[in-house]
């Protein structure tokens, strides 16, 4: 099963939710991946430190133009939604740092004035922390389109009992890409005015994307009641809840999983893994017989 483990903003936590979840499904005998997909600032690595073992470049492909060819029609620029291509009267000009890839600049073109070249967008690390397999993105310095690379890191997974995905902060396209396919996101919230904002948009997200999701809501104890009075009037189910905790804090500035030297909260992290397990185990055992249904009704 594939577990999304996002946020509607940066700093709630979710990292450290994602890799001690890591650690305890894979110390209760689970096969278990980790997939840091905040490829422009990935920090999985310091908490799970694993030992890599390869490392791939991830290519992504740049309209070129020849001018000698190009009748400037414009039809490249009208074509691209993020005007990473724009014709100028006789001039085209092309933003490397907002091209998608698309090829499809290339594909209205009239005179095939339009090529493509390859550039690197990043590199794709894999590893071992223990018996976790590990991957995770790095983006170049100035790469501002990321799904690419997103999408390296998922294809890089090995098959495992559970897939946890660490997606980016936000609800924009990385986000969107971390989550797309994925059987469950847990997402994670503080119990903050800015909290809860940003909760409402991921909530809206998940909703839009048609995914199934619930809440987890870290450092309990520093704002007030509103975010949990949210998810009640919406209906969305608070999975688990983790204190505002000092050793806690202190247990991440040194790297260190708060499950490997708290037993309180090793605990904590177990019976969210179960909860997990047995919500997303009985929706796919749930689907798993409505498609024998299904085949056997001669559908």
Do not use: W
């Amino acid at each position: 099963m594939k577990i999304a483990i996002a946020s509607g903003k940066g700093g709630t936590g979710k990292t450290t939710i994602a890799t001690n979840l890591a650690r305890v499904a894979s110390d209760k005998g689970q096969s278990v991946a980790y997939l840091d997909c905040d490829v422009e600032e990935p920090n999985g690595h310091i908490f799970l430190k694993p030992e890599i073992e390869r490392e791939q470049s991830v290519i992504s492909l740049i309209p070129e133009v020849d001018e000698g060819k190009c009748i400037h029609c414009g039809k490249c620029g009208e074509f691209c939604r993020y005007s990473a291509i724009v014709c100028i009267r006789d001039k085209v000009l092309v933003y490397p740092e907002l091209c998608h890839s698309c090829g499809g600049c290339a594909l209205v073109c009239p005179t095939g004035a339009i090529t493509e070249r390859q550039r690197q967008t990043g590199v794709v690390q894999i590893g071992k922390s223990d018996s976790i397999d590990f991957v995770h993105g790095i983006s170049d310095l100035g790469v501002a389109v990321t799904p690419p690379l997103v999408r390296a890191v998922k294809k890089s997974a090995p098959s495992a009992d559970i897939i946890i995905i660490d997606a980016p902060p936000g609800t924009s396209c990385p986000v969107i890409e971390s989550v797309r396919d994925v059987d469950y996101v847990v997402l994670v919230a503080e119990p903050t005015p800015f909290g809860l904002n940003d909760l409402k948009l991921a909530v809206e997200m998940c909703r839009t994307l048609g995914l199934r999701f619930a809440v987890v809501v870290n450092r309990v104890g520093i704002g007030d009641d509103r975010v949990h009075r949210y998810c009640k009037d919406e209906g969305l189910e608070i999975l688990q809840e983790f204190p505002d905790d000092r050793k806690i804090a202190q247990a991440y500035s040194q790297g260190m999983l708060a499950c490997e030297i708290y037993e309180d909260y090793r605990e904590l992290f177990l019976q969210l893994l179960d909860k997990i397990n047995n919500i997303v185990g009985l929706t796919k055992k749930s689907t798993s017989n409505l498609v024998k249904e299904d085949s056997d009704a001669g559908v």
